[in-house]
């Protein structure tokens, strides 16, 4: 069984901080996804990381890919109340179609 | 932005009653996905389905679950005989291809079995 495990469970920052989120496994995964969830709403993709120690931008989320391929971090920086939201990572092992998640990292930006 | 449609957003149901999940994959996608999520718990894999048949299930998808795609545009999940502990939300996703493509997921059927 793989798992993913992800922290900090819950954080709370103040706007204009810099964050980091951490997705963590003992499996190699030949992918790994980055979603956000809203409450009653489907995971929405953030970005796909598929190479060891691929570092990928949106804007102001870095995405990092381990190098090997067991872990993932985002990092946010200059947080804003709209980064508010549930932060899921998901891995897809080997030739695996199903994608295994993490229980996520709730975020919560005041201002 | 093309995406993925599902209905009905909310569900009720008795207990022993069948039911049957409705989703619209992305147009031009070939890989179609069922997860479901209990209440407070994480996202969990039931079943991929491929040029018309399972690709893959979870222990999770038992006898109980089917899959089906009755057409060019819709892909079902029905659950007979349902249980309580079949109440969850149940998200279907679609991607282009398998592996390295991402899974594109609906805004969930939310399932409560009375």
């Known amino acids: 069984t793989q798992l993913l495990e992800q922290s900090p469970q819950f954080l709370s920052i103040q706007e204009g901080e810099n964050l980091t989120v951490y997705c963590n496994s003992s499996?190699?995964?030949?992918?790994l996804q980055w979603y956000r969830q809203e409450p009653g709403e489907g995971p929405v993709l953030l970005v796909t990381v598929v190479t060891g120690g691929e570092v990928k931008k949106l804007k102001r989320l870095t995405f990092q890919f381990g190098d090997a391929r067991k872990d993932s971090s985002l990092h946010i920086t200059a947080a804003q109340p709209g980064d508010t939201g549930l932060y899921l990572c998901?891995?897809?092992?080997?030739?695996?179609?199903?994608?295994?998640f993490g229980k996520g990292t709730h975020l919560i930006i005041q201002p | 932005e093309p995406e993925v449609t599902q209905t009905p957003s909310h569900q009720v149901t008795q207990m022993g009653q069948e039911v049957i999940l409705r989703c619209v994959p992305i147009?031009?996608?070939?890989?179609f996905y069922w997860y479901r999520q209990i209440l407070g718990q994480k996202v969990e894999f039931l079943v991929s389905?491929?040029?018309?048949?399972?690709?893959?299930k979870s222990e999770i998808f038992d006898d109980q679950f089917s899959v089906e795609r009755p057409d060019g545009s819709n892909f079902t999940l029905k659950i007979r005989s349902t249980k309580l502990e079949d109440s969850a939300m149940y998200f279907c996703?679609?991607?282009?291809?398998?592996?390295?493509?991402?899974?594109?997921f609906g805004d969930g059927t939310r399932l409560s079995i009375l």
């Open positions: 996703a679609s991607s282009e291809s398998r592996g390295y493509q991402p899974q594109h």
């Open positions: 499996s190699v995964f030949s992918s």
């Open positions: 998901a891995g897809a092992v080997g030739g695996a179609d199903g994608l295994t």
């Open positions: 389905f491929y040029n018309n048949e399972i690709s893959e």
């Open positions: 147009s031009n996608h070939l890989y």
